[in-house]
Antibody, heavy 123, light 105 residues
Framework: EVQLLESGGGLVQTGGSLRLSCAAS????????MSWVRQAPGKGLEWVSGITGSGRGGTTHYADSVKGRFTISRDNSRDTLYLDMNSLRAEDTAVYYC??????????????WGQGTLVTVSS | DIQMTQSPSTLSASVGDRVTITCRAS??????LAWYQQKPGKAPKLLIYKASTLNSGVPSRFSGSGSGTEFTLTISSLQPDDFATYYC???????FGGGTKVEVK
């Protein structure tokens, strides 16, 4: 059974930093594209960042809204996905979901989702 | 950038109703269209991909159609478990539509 368990969310001040983690199990983690998708309170879904699997070199992609501030990475030996968030703004406040792609094609079709972790940025 | 527009934003319906949600792309996206269902406080769930392919375990009352710029999600007979918000996504370009909330009439 595929499981994705996010952690690391919390309250942080404007301009601060936070690291999110997503522990994966139930599938060959290194093979699949993995992403972070967020949802601001009462709003829709926004893809944040993705990273390809080992077969495609671990290439990273970012939404314009987070480029230069967020860094996605993965540790295939620990089956864990990370999101390092710096220079946080109020508009980054959201539930952050870890999502597994359906395959390694890199088209960001989200087959499985974690339960989410809430990040609140406040002054 | 391709924009995805869903309509309506809210839909009021009763159990047993046939429900149709539309998603329009600002330019052709072939069939790279997925539909997700999200219930309050829960993660989204993939329903349909490649515009019309039902994900494993999804009830057959859900169906998707369309290609190019116009797509529809149809629920043939709305069930109590189907009251939720539905999102389309152009998954080769990543953007989501704004969502359609299906609520009790």
């Amino acid at each position: 059974e595929v499981q994705l368990l996010e952690s690391g969310g919390g309250l942080v001040q404007t301009g601060g930093s936070l690291r999110l983690s997503c522990a994966a199990s139930g599938f060959t983690f290194s093979f699949y594209v993995m992403s972070w998708v967020r949802q601001a309170p009462g709003k829709g879904l926004e893809w944040v960042s993705g990273i390809t699997g080992s077969g495609r070199g671990g290439t990273t992609h970012y939404a314009d809204s987070v480029k230069g501030r967020f860094t996605i990475s993965r540790d295939n030996s620990r089956d864990t996905l990370y999101l390092d968030m710096n220079s946080l703004r109020a508009e980054d406040t959201a539930v952050y979901y870890c999502a597994k792609d359906m395959d390694d094609a890199g088209d960001y079709l989200f087959h499985y989702w974690g339960q989410g972790t809430l990040v609140t940025v406040s002054s | 950038d391709i924009q995805m527009t869903q309509s309506p934003s809210t839909l009021s319906a009763s159990v047993g109703d046939r429900v149709t949600i539309t998603c329009r792309a600002s330019q052709s996206i072939s069939s790279y269209l997925a539909w997700y269902q999200q219930k309050p406080g829960k993660a989204p769930k993939l329903l349909i991909y490649k515009a019309s392919t039902l994900n494993s375990g999804v009830p057959s009352r859900f169906s998707g159609s369309g290609s190019g710029t116009e797509f529809t999600l149809t629920i043939s007979s709305l069930q109590p478990d189907d009251f939720a918000t539905y999102y389309c996504q152009h998954y080769d370009g990543y953007p989501f539509g704004g969502g359609t909330k299906v609520e009790v009439k």
